[in-house]
């Protein structure tokens, strides 16, 4: 009997996988040995893998599958689910002030096999609610991209800001949307030029 790998999941979405055998007698019977699948994630007796996983990360798990023959046989298989963000965005370059101008860069990827329609707004946001956009960019970000960078950067009247960034991916054959907000930790201040 020879089980087969597992797919990668996705995070917060619905997941589904189906182990197999070569040879042996049917039906088997699938039970976890060792290892702990993702919260949210079960194997049923029937070697289905499925739920919606609640982290990121890869999580090794070994099975054993049990087949029908008189008497049975066993067979023990190592397997690694891997959970992944489909869209992950994170600073590059954190935002600071040089001059009168707030400035940095983000990098985002789609680990997907899917290209998204993304679209990428950082704002700068004031002490008094005041947000300008210090950049947009709207572009098709290929399937399996990683760490594509988005630079920004706007000259800012003084004041005290917070940096927003939002970053939204569509697909639209499958009705699916994925979003990241970033929020820098720190105020921007910004000071009069000389």
Do not use: C
Request: overall charge negative; glycine content about 8%.
């Amino acid at each position: 009997m020879n089980s087969l790998a597992l797919p990668k999941a996705f995070l917060r979405q619905q997941y589904r996988a189906e182990l197999g055998v070569q040879g042996g007698v049917a039906p088997f019977k699938w039970v976890l040995e060792s290892g702990v699948l993702p919260p949210g994630v079960e194997l049923a007796p029937n070697g289905v893998v499925s739920g919606v996983p609640t982290v990121v990360g890869d999580f090794p798990v070994e099975v054993v599958v049990t087949d029908s023959s008189v008497p049975p046989r066993q067979r023990n298989d190592s397997l690694i689910l891997r959970v992944v963000a489909p869209l992950m965005a994170r600073w590059l370059r954190p935002p600071k002030v040089t001059g009168t101008r707030v400035e940095g860069a983000i990098q985002v990827s789609n680990q997907t096999g899917v290209d998204f329609d993304l679209t990428a707004i950082v704002l700068a946001v004031n002490e008094i609610g005041r947000a300008t956009a210090i950049a947009y960019q709207h572009f098709t970000l290929q399937h399996d991209t990683t760490d594509f960078e988005i630079p920004f950067g706007e000259q800012l009247p003084p004041g005290a800001y917070d940096v927003h960034v939002d970053v939204v991916a569509e697909v639209a054959e499958i009705s699916a949307i994925h979003r990241v907000r970033l929020v820098s930790g720190q105020k921007l201040q910004v000071v009069q030029g000389p």
